[in-house]
């Protein structure tokens, strides 16, 4: 028997999925005028602040050797290597991609790099089984994603447009992987703004380190203008947002099922390129948002019946140890 899988870990995912959206949109226009190491440190700030607060409030125990609840030096390395690799490689390959591919091209390469990351990152790293369904799903999902790109590629796009969805690609594959790392620290115990406080002080350090070190080196080398930086500002809470929900959503969900339903966000964005910018949408784009959401739909069709997500497995004793 076939079923709809489509539990609290999907339904956080799509939640994921809309802030992203909201980021989308926001930074659509903001990107052309900002510093791409800028912009990715002020995008980072709001998640950084409210992830930091409610574990201070709390005490910190989790980052304490000498409480019961430290989660270990190893989680924290990873956590910390996982920020720095999406939120400075990841954020700037994301600006650079809105940048040389537009909008369309940028959200397709990097839900793409997200899919296919998720998927191999699953199966190599954190060993867990992958579902037919989920790799159909998949499969339909990058059909549709190259029908978006594709769509992308006439018109006022730049002749740079490959470079974008290469840097789109890559963005993709780093976001993939710190979706790997807070699965793999959360399956011992959930510990949902823990993960984030730590993975955006990884990826804040190392932006704010070079953000000032090529202003001192030549001052007025960081540019950006007050309404970009307040547009990406604001982004970030959105961006706060989402990965708040991916952090919840792969508590109980596999990083491939919760990939595959993050890729909406390129239904939503399309949508919203229509009813926010009134951009119309060409045959190729419209095929493109059908094979996506065609393959989401796929991807969370399990067989036996099970309607909830599994429960997350244990980690593994060495990612545990300190």
């Known amino acids: 028997m076939t079923s709809f899988q489509f539990g609290i870990g999907e339904r956080w995912a799509l939640v994921a999925a809309i802030g992203y959206t909201i980021v989308n949109v926001m930074l659509r226009a903001a990107a052309p005028s900002i510093d791409s190491v800028l912009g990715s440190l002020i995008r980072l700030v709001p998640v950084l602040v409210v992830a930091w607060i409610i574990v201070l409030r709390d005490g910190a125990r989790e980052f304490r050797p000498s409480r019961p609840e430290f989660i270990g030096r190893r989680p924290i390395g990873l956590l910390l290597a996982g920020g720095a690799t999406s939120f400075v490689l990841g954020n700037i390959l994301y600006f650079g991609a809105l940048r040389e591919g537009g909008l369309g091209i940028t959200v397709?390469?990097?839900?793409?790099?997200?899919?296919?990351?998720?998927?191999?990152?699953?199966?190599?790293?954190?060993?867990?089984?992958?579902?037919?369904?989920?790799?159909?799903?998949?499969?339909?999902?990058?059909?549709?994603?190259?029908?978006?790109?594709?769509?992308?590629?006439?018109?006022?796009?730049?002749?740079?447009?490959?470079?974008?969805?290469?840097?789109?690609?890559?963005?993709?594959?780093?976001?993939?992987?710190?979706?790997?790392?807070?699965?793999?620290?959360?399956?011992?115990?959930?510990?949902?703004?823990?993960?984030?406080?730590?993975?955006?002080?990884?990826?804040f350090v190392p932006l704010a380190l070079i953000v000032a070190g090529r202003e001192l080196a030549s001052p007025g080398s960081v540019t950006f203008d007050p309404g970009s930086a307040v547009a990406v500002f604001l982004a970030g809470f959105a961006n706060a947002v989402a990965l708040g929900g991916l952090a919840m959503?792969?508590?109980?969900?596999?990083?491939?099922?919760?990939?595959?339903?993050?890729?909406?966000?390129?239904?939503?964005?399309?949508?919203?390129?229509?009813?926010?910018?009134?951009?119309?949408?060409?045959?190729?784009?419209?095929?493109?948002?059908?094979?996506?959401?065609?393959?989401?739909?796929?991807?969370?069709?399990?067989?036996?019946?099970?309607?909830?997500?599994?429960?997350?497995?244990?980690?593994?004793?060495?990612?545990?140890?300190?």
């Open 249 to 322: 959503a792969v508590r109980t969900a596999s990083v491939a099922s919760v990939n595959t339903i993050s890729s909406s966000s390129v239904v939503l964005s399309f949508a919203a390129s229509v009813l926010v910018f009134g951009e119309t949408g060409s045959a190729p784009m419209i095929l493109g948002m059908v094979l996506v959401t065609a393959g989401i739909l796929v991807a969370q069709l399990r067989r036996g019946g099970a309607g909830a997500s599994a429960p997350p497995a244990a980690i593994r004793p060495d990612a545990a140890a300190g």
């Open 108 to 203: 397709g390469g990097v839900h793409g790099g997200v899919v296919i990351g998720g998927i191999w990152m699953t199966a190599l790293f954190l060993r867990e089984p992958l579902r037919r369904a989920q790799l159909g799903g998949a499969g339909v999902i990058v059909l549709g994603l190259v029908a978006i790109g594709w769509a992308q590629t006439g018109g006022s796009i730049g002749e740079l447009w490959w470079l974008g969805l290469v840097f789109a690609l890559g963005a993709g594959t780093t976001y993939a992987a710190a979706n790997a790392v807070s699965r793999m620290v959360q399956r011992r115990r959930p510990i949902v703004f823990v993960t984030l406080a730590a993975s955006s002080l990884g990826g």
